[in-house]
């Protein structure tokens, strides 16, 4: 079979398109996903437990799930939300974040 100079250029397109619909995904899979990469987040990390402590020492622990925009696979949440909080619950002059058996403290500023 002989193939005409238009039957080349379409295969040679169609290959050409394939390859990047696979390597482009692979690429951005090996390198970690980037913010604007293809990745599939099939997991969550389990949230902190997160304690507000006003400047009077009262406790008080809060669910963050209203503080969250879309639960993600790849934020840090422990670390993202009590700069957050300090900023928009007033009053509020630390947050005590438990993740696991781990403990920390974040003084706002």
Do not use: N
């Not at 990745?39 to 402590?53: A, D």
């Amino acid at each position: 079979m002989t193939w005409t100079g238009a039957q080349r250029i379409r295969a040679i397109l169609f290959v050409a398109i394939a390859a990047a619909m696979i390597l482009v995904p692979a690429v951005r899979l090996i390198d970690g996903g980037t913010r604007f990469g293809w990745r599939m987040y099939s997991f969550l990390e389990p949230l902190p437990k997160l304690t507000l402590v006003d400047e009077s020492g009262t406790p008080s622990e809060i669910d963050p799930v209203p503080f969250i925009g879309r639960l993600r696979g790849d934020v840090p949440f422990a670390s993202a939300l009590p700069p957050h909080l300090c900023e928009v619950v007033s009053g509020t002059a630390r947050v005590v974040i438990e993740l696991g058996d781990d403990r920390f403290e974040f003084v706002c500023p």
